[in-house]
């Protein structure tokens, strides 16, 4: 498996803008398709954006539409998530996860993925 760990989370106010990243170490990164998922307090865990192995296809939850991009660099083993425009109902811990299954397509659910990372925080505040 691929081992995952997120950075870039902080404390920002609305309005703002952060980029998280996803760098992996193990086997083969592009042969992964990406995930990010986060949970709030008190909240269960959601999705937020997705990514194919080769980066040709991105898929995102509603309220990241228009605000979140994913991307990823293959020759550097990363994933971003560039996220503008922040609110204070972003804040939670973001984590990122890969899937070596069917890594051509766009997974969402968390029972997709088979790596996970540990999470990195991210806060808005109003």
């Known amino acids: 498996q691929v081992q995952l760990v997120e950075s870039g989370g902080g404390l920002v106010q609305a309005g703002g803008s952060l980029r998280l990243s996803c760098a992996a170490s193990g086997r083969t990164f592009s042969y992964y398709a990406v995930g990010w998922f986060r949970r709030a307090p008190g909240k269960e865990r959601e999705f937020v954006a997705s990514?194919?192995?080769?980066?040709?296809?991105?898929y995102y939850t509603g309220s990241a539409k228009g605000r979140f991009t994913i991307s990823r660099d293959n020759t550097k083993n990363t994933v971003y998530l560039q996220m503008n425009n922040l609110k204070p109902e972003d804040t939670a811990v973001y984590y990122c996860?890969?899937?070596?299954?069917?890594?051509?397509?766009?997974?969402?659910?968390?029972?997709?993925?088979?790596?996970w990372g540990q999470g990195t925080q991210v806060t808005i505040s109003s």
């Open positions: 990514i194919t192995a080769s980066g040709s296809a991105t």
């Open positions: 996860a890969g899937s070596s299954i069917a890594a051509g397509n766009i997974r969402i659910r968390p029972s997709d993925f088979q790596s």
